[in-house]
């Protein structure tokens, strides 16, 4: 799946499945909260205690997380994919003069 792809999947998936779009705000929240999730889970697997019966799944958590950044993205008509293509030309345009 392209990022273009899940733009419109997560678009589509509101449209169908929600009466209405959080606000800006929640959305803010909701990342911040999803990123705590990730962030608790590397705790979890990277802690010093022996934690043998701990089930998690980083994959997941990452996954909530790159969903609701979509959703707030969508939510300005940001073009993920576009960005991105841009961020990487700075990118290496830094790296040739030496950043």
Known sequence: ????DLQKWVQKD???????????EFQLLYII???????EVLRKIK???????????????????LIAIVTLANCFE???NSEIELFQCRITERHKQGY
Request: charged share 30%.
């Open 1 to 4: 799946m392209t990022i273009q």
């Open 14 to 24: 509101w449209e169908i499945n929600s009466k209405h779009t959080p606000t800006v």
């Open 33 to 39: 909260e999803e990123f705590g999730e990730v962030a």
């Open 47 to 65: 802690g010093a205690k022996d934690r043998k019966n701990i089930t998690i799944d980083l994959g997941s958590e990452f996954a909530d997380l």
């Open 78 to 80: 940001i073009d993920l």
